[in-house]
């Protein structure tokens, strides 16, 4: 009895053994390479094809494939969709034993996938999974092999290495991109949901992606753009400069950036929620005419709640502390081909605008003191100053005006009442430009396409009340502004016009009843 068992064993075993040594005569005729391709064709519902099939029977029975290409939707292009340098299939021996062919394991070498997105919003990708002709039954080989797809593709275990997506727009040119994809794909039964966890790298800005107890669950559609996701996707970024570029804004800022976020929905219909911080961020720019030139900006506490739905961000609400005060408000951005920002509920509390304006800016014509805004405004991230449209109100102080130009330039209004003559001598003039302390400037202002109006902007002081009316264009930083200057019963009136740095005043009406006062506002000013 015993003999017998050993003769059945040893039968056996060279039935495996001589099943593995033919494998690769029988995966290397064209019965097959055609089978294989029309299967993966079928659960695709795209062309596949490749260069070669080769086998490695030892020590498991492997499949390779080399130089795989899945065709695009013809709608959208015809060069690939989907490059893959090699493919690597494990075989389930108890299966090919039964005359069935299972195969398991399979490993992408560097596969390479190029989405499309159209004018219309659609994604080249959205047909994915959607079948194509059933492929007939492959010929008879010294065994069967199955005849349908569904049991010829049973892929239980799948492992992406060194993927590549690339993001491109119809008639639209994209450096966006996910590199360096590492993914583990599970999947327990025949039309089950895959999970898969790994990380990948966004570009640009070098933004590494952690994608945790993720899953993809096919409906009756069978259509990948329409499979239930859920995922957890942790985002890490050592430094945020390149997220400037890939938004179309500054570069300038840089620091760490982590965050989390819960995504939902189906790869078509994407939602996430979650948030991300950041505990120092440090804008920089350079100033040729300052010294030093390189200036520095420092801002903390950076949080940033995200919800996103079909295309849009929304942060309520973005808060950041900078140069003593804090920054609150509500952020909506819009990811379409102007990229359009909408923040709400702006409040901008105790910041101060030396360490701005004179430190990190090096303004020639700046003030000093804490600023508190409100207000609203739009604008396009790529040409912000020329697209910005909004309006608020701002009040400002106590501080200083120690810009050297618009010092001047309030002695220059002064001087229209032709006193001033009387009152300066050589060292004052010498030592004009001499910082002018204020009780407040506030105002009120509405912004359209780049442009503010104010009526009522005012500054006042111990000694002076300035009223402006007009314009301040943000591009290019020109005034066209109405003032009247009051001290006491002394009145000037004038049109002040030009850029910040070259403003000169042309007087339009001066009543000067009381020179005394001007005298002693003039010697205070100069002193």
Known sequence: MLKWLFVVLGALALLVVAVVVALPWFLNTKGFQAYLAQSATHALGRTVTFATVSI??????????RDVEVADDPEFRS??????????????LKALLSGRMELADLVLEEPTVTVVEDERGRWNWASLGTPGPSPASTPRSGGRVGGGAGSALLLSRVSIVGGRVQYGKV????????????????????????????????????????????????????????????????????????????????????????????????????????????????????????????????MSDLRVPIAYNEGKIDSVPLQAK????????????????????????????????????????????????????????????????????????????????????????VNEVVSLADVAGTVANSERRDRRGAPLDFTSITATYTITDGVAKTNDLLYESPDLRVLATGTFRLADERVDM?????????????????????????PTEVRVPDTTRIKKFLDKLLR
């Open 56 to 65: 490695a029977p030892f020590p498991l029975p492997t499949v390779k494939l």
């Open 79 to 92: 060069g690939p969709f989907l490059n893959i340098r090699e493919g690597r299939m494990g075989i389930r």
């Open 171 to 298: 008639g639209m040119k994209s450096d966006l991109q996910l590199d360096k994809i590492s993914l583990k794909i599970n999947q327990t039964s025949p039309g089950a949901g895959f999970r898969f966890q790994g990380s990948a790298m966004a570009q640009p800005g070098n933004v590494k992606l952690t994608f945790r107890d993720a899953s993809l669950t096919p409906t009756a559609s069978r259509s990948l753009g329409e499979m239930a996701l859920r995922a957890t996707v942790d985002v890490a970024a050592s430094d945020i400069a390149g997220l400037g570029g890939a938004l179309r804004i500054s570069r300038s800022v840089t620091g760490t950036m982590e965050g989390r976020f819960e995504v939902l929905g189906t790869p078509l219909h994407l939602a996430a929620t979650g948030a991300a911080r950041s505990d120092r961020l440090v804008a920089t720019v350079d100033r040729p005419q300052c010294d030093p030139r390189r200036r520095q900006l420092v």
């Open 322 to 409: 900078v140069a003593g005060g804090n920054v609150t408000l509500r952020l909506s951005l819009a990811l379409g081909l102007e990229q359009l920002a909408t923040l709400e509920d702006i409040k901008v509390v105790g910041v101060q605008l030396g360490p701005i304006l004179v430190d990190f800016m090096c303004q020639p014509d700046a003030v000093t003191g804490p600023m508190n805004l409100e207000g609203e405004a739009n604008l396009r991230l790529d040409d912000p100053w020329r697209t910005v449209t909004g309006s608020g109100r701002l009040r400002i102080g106590p501080g200083k005006i120690v810009g050297k130009d618009i010092v001047n330039l």
């Open 482 to 506: 109405a003032v009247t200057l009051t001290q006491g019963r002394n009145e000037v009136k004038g049109v002040v016009t030009g850029a910040l740095g070259s403003l000169h005043v042309a």
